[in-house]
């Protein structure tokens, strides 16, 4: 294939003329316009396929869905939320990199240049059909825009290359073979394609937030109901009122967040159904959220945890939840329990963006409050926490029990599916383990000698907080002052006045549940099914 080089080759020479620096620098400018074409137009191309099926997105997600848990939670600990915006900028930051050295690699070889930007569209495809709620038609926006940059890089390096019948005007400026291109050629072509490619990139940001507008609005009319069953009033004494100590509810916006989704999904309630299906359901039922209102609405304080949050970390979060009881969907569907001869074990909810989360039956069926909730207090669902539907069952971690933006129940069983965590190495079941926090004085703190409160929360959600113990510098256990009850699915707090006398100092604290079982000492890591050991604080009393 002699025309796998610049076409436009003076009759004669034995070589393509060596590139100088201008129309180097013009190819790599090329390669950064094909590639923002591509982008734009894939980005247009997954408005209306998909939001999610975008290359940035639908690879980020693939690298998400790849990502070791111990690297998962290195990212969520150090970034927060700023995880996907990190993974977002250096997937872009790569793409603009590759995208300049393939303007330069299509300046000499035309076609190689065109193979490379094939493969960075299959990449793209196969990333966005190949996640877990991928379908084929996710690879489109990945494969259109590809072919339009692989045309925009075509003409742009065709106007790169020498014009017929200009010699090179080799040494000229030390430019080797820069003068004999069609400058203006290129100047147009290249502001022409950027121009269209800036328009379709709004395009399609107008026409995705367009669809985000109805969702939006759709949440803004959802007018909660009252609850039938309110939420047991929470007694006075439940907040001790001391400074730095996390408050007994936490606000939606302190909310801890964990999911994959780089995109947060926007459902639109209206357009919201949920399926009930599978293995022992003997009456499958599809319920929107309309016929969730008009059942028997309860409102309870769940406080909701994740695995992946270190002792002493801030994956935690107590919210007031509004919703319906699982159980009794389950019930009217014909479901029964394996303790009553039920043939499914596990319950996997899925997500509108493709999460799937295992959950014993037995535990959603054995009385507790195991909700689909549509309020988080006294507002709908936040987008980020799952509107307009989740899951929140007390006394499981969210990645066994917490689904946002639910869209399909399935019964089954533990053998026969393992669900997205679990094939990642997290445990099937993962009831949650009984912890405890210091939430002040905080770490390298220098408080007075004197008394000083040492305060925090405690949680073993469904079995409760019978008491916390704080001990200094390993000596021994003093009882904390235990703040009133909520239920025993909510965290508690606690606080002990220390008289401390000045010196560095190391507070250890633990607490035992409802059942008598005190926190074990024994530092593990998160995987398999959550963290366990005493969390302790250095502090220097002046
Ligand atoms: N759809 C979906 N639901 C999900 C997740 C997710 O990644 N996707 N993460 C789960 C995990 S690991 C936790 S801890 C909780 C967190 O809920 P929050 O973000 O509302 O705090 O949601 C659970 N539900
Ligand atoms: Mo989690």
Not at 236 to 255: C, N, Q, V
């Amino acid at each position: 294939m002699s025309e796998d080089r610049d076409d436009a080759q003076p009759a004669g020479t034995a070589r393509p003329p060596r590139p100088g620096a201008t129309r180097t620098a013009l190819a790599a400018l090329s390669g950064l316009i094909a590639g923002f074409c591509a982008l734009a137009v894939a980005e247009l191309a997954a408005a209306l396929v998909r939001p999610e099926a975008g290359p940035v997105t639908a690879v980020g997600g693939a690298v998400i869905d790849r990502t070791p848990p111990a690297v998962r939670d290195f990212a969520v600990r150090n970034f927060g939320t700023a995880d996907k915006l990190a993974l977002r900028l250096g997937i872009l930051v790569l793409l603009a990199l590759f995208a300049m050295a393939i303007g330069v690699l299509a300046l000499r070889h035309r076609r190689l240049g065109s193979a490379a930007v094939l493969v960075f569209g299959l990449v793209g495809a196969v990333a966005a059909a190949g996640r877990p709620e991928g379908v084929p038609a996710d690879a489109l926006p990945s494969v259109v825009g590809a072919a339009v940059a692989v045309a925009v890089l075509y003409l742009l390096a065709g106007r790169l290359a020498p014009a017929p019948g200009a010699a090179p005007a080799a040494g000229e400026r030390g430019e080797g073979a820069d003068g004999g291109f069609d400058r203006r050629g290129f100047v147009v072509a290249a502001t022409a394609t950027a121009a269209v490619s800036a328009v379709a990139g709004l395009l399609g940001r107008r026409l995705t937030s367009s669809v985000q507008a109805g969702a939006s609005a759709s949440r803004h009319d959802l007018v909660l109901p009252a609850p039938r069953s309110a939420a047991p009033a929470v007694p006075a004494g439940a907040e001790l009122r001391i400074r730095g100590l996390t408050p007994f509810i936490t606000p939606d916006k302190d909310f801890y967040r964990v999911d994959t989704a780089l995109v947060v999904p926007r459902v639109d309630a209206g357009a919201w159904r949920l399926r009930i299906h599978g293995r022992g359901v003997a009456r499958p039922v599809t319920v929107g959220l309309h016929d969730l209102l008009r059942r028997e609405i309860v409102e309870r304080d769940i406080t909701l945890a994740c695995v992946s949050n270190e002792v002493g970390g801030p994956l935690v979060g107590n919210a007031r939840w509004l919703g319906v009881r699982l159980a009794d969907l389950l019930r009217e569907a014909g479901v029964r329990p394996p303790s009553e001869g039920g043939p499914a074990d596990q319950i996997v909810a899925r997500s509108v963006d493709g999460m799937t989360i295992g959950t014993p039956v037995g535990t959603v069926m054995d009385g507790r409050d195991a909700m689909l909730a549509f309020g988080m207090n006294g507002e709908p669902l936040p987008f980020e926490h799952g509107f307009p539907v989740r899951m929140v069952v007390p006394g499981l971690y969210g990645y066994v029990s917490a689904c946002k933006w639910i869209e399909d129940i399935e019964l089954t069983t533990f053998t026969a599916y393992d669900a997205y965590w679990v094939r990642r190495g997290w445990a099937q079941q993962a009831p949650v383990k009984t912890e405890s926090r210091i939430d002040t004085p905080r770490p390298s703190a220098s408080p007075k000698a004197g008394v000083v409160p040492v305060a925090g929360v405690a949680w073993a959600q469904h079995r409760g907080i019978s008491r916390v113990e704080v001990r200094v510098d390993g000596g021994k256990w003093h009882t904390a002052r235990l703040a009133a009850a909520g239920t025993r699915d909510t965290w508690r707090q606690w606080v002990w006045e220390w008289p401390a006398a000045s010196g560095r100092h190391t507070l250890e604290v633990r607490a035992t549940d409802g059942t008598g079982a005190t926190q074990t000492g024994i530092r593990t890591g998160t995987v398999p099914d959550g963290a366990t050991g005493w969390h302790s604080v250095v502090v220097d009393v002046s």
